[in-house]
């Protein structure tokens, strides 16, 4: 695997406000955790992923790292060694050599991982890759719309998804509806309106409750049958998680805050609290390690196309 040389980047840690959560009418604010906090910590990328690393789609799960995107078109990397896997090439497949990038990466909106499979949500529609019976042999088996030269209908082209285990259904978020997405039945069993997400991309289920990004604020799916509320002061663009933490990509709409992702933990099981910001990143789309170690990003140029995908080691000031 090709490793660059460390290029020398200054980012920044500071405080965001409290986030504010509205439901049923009312306003409740949110406390801060208040800790030192050290400025100017140098945040700089260790390595660098080669093999993918333009216009890429990440998602992390079980230690993995899974990728869409120019280069090898789909990888893998096992996190601990960063050894890669796969290449679009090396799928396995029953679908004649069906590739679900189309002829654009940009075209994937969503990946997730719902037990052993993969799913893989872009313009083609949705593909299943099973990856838990040999990681380095991915296989595609199966996809939504079935038949080639079927048309690919909204509900299989989403911008997020997140997978909920109690159910053992996928939840597709595209503008203003909600997709459920039956892993059983591997067909979508129910559509629901719900607040539209704009330029959110993301969702994930921490502490047993699903976010989904909203762009201009971020919500919380109270109910699978779209329910959602509201959480107003953060734009959340896009939002991952770890078993400890919640990590959201804030873009302001305004000069009014720093852009990068904010770290919240959840002490409380009915409230979110601030934690700290990590580096003044602005990524496409991007990943952590299992141990909240490390930010997968690739960090995008100045037109907005992502351009690298960089490996950053987070500079925790406080233990934690």
């Known amino acids: ?35 030192p906090v050290q400025q100017d910590t140098g945040l700089l990328p260790e390595s660098e992923f080669t093999e993918i690393n333009q216009d890429v789609k990440l998602f992390q799960a079980d230690g993995y790292l899974y990728a869409t995107g120019r280069g090898e078109g789909f990888g893998i990397w096992q996190l601990s060694s960063r050894t890669f896997y796969s290449g679009l090439n090396t799928l396995q497949t029953t679908t004649g050599g069906f590739n679900f990038l189309g002829t654009n990466p940009l075209s994937v909106g969503a990946i997730v991982k719902a037990g052993g499979i993969l799913v893989i949500s872009s313009g083609t529609g949705l593909t299943f890759i099973d990856v838990a019976t040999n990681v380095s042999i991915p296989q595609v088996v199966g996809r939504l719309p079935q038949v080639s030269g079927q048309p690919v209908g909204p509900e299989f082209i989403w911008q997020s998804a997140v997978y909920d285990s109690s159910t053992n259904q996928v939840y597709g978020f595209r503008g203003n509806q909600m997709f459920t997405l039956s892993m059983a039945s591997r067909t979508i069993v129910s559509t629901a309106a719900i607040p539209d997400l704009g330029c959110g991309r993301g969702a994930t289920r921490f502490n047993n409750r699903i976010f989904v990004a909203g762009c201009s604020s971020l919500y919380e799916l109270t109910n699978p049958n779209g329910a959602m509320r509201q959480i107003t002061g953060i734009n959340a663009v896009d939002i991952v998680s770890t078993a400890r933490f919640l990590y959201i990509h804030h873009k302001p709409l305004v000069n009014n805050s720093y852009e990068g992702i904010y770290v919240y933990d959840s002490n409380l099981a009915s409230r979110l609290t601030m934690l700290r910001k990590v580096g003044s990143l602005e ?38």
């Open 1 to 35: 695997m090709g490793m660059t040389t460390v290029k020398h980047i200054t980012k920044h840690i500071v405080f965001l406000g409290a986030l504010l959560l509205t439901s049923s009418g009312c306003t409740q604010k949110m406390p801060k955790i208040t800790m």
């Open 283 to 320: 990524p496409r789309s991007f990943a952590i390690s299992p141990d909240d170690q490390f930010i997968y990003s690739n960090d995008v140029d100045a037109n907005g196309r992502g351009v690298e995908l960089n490996i950053y080691r987070i500079p925790w000031t406080n233990n934690f």
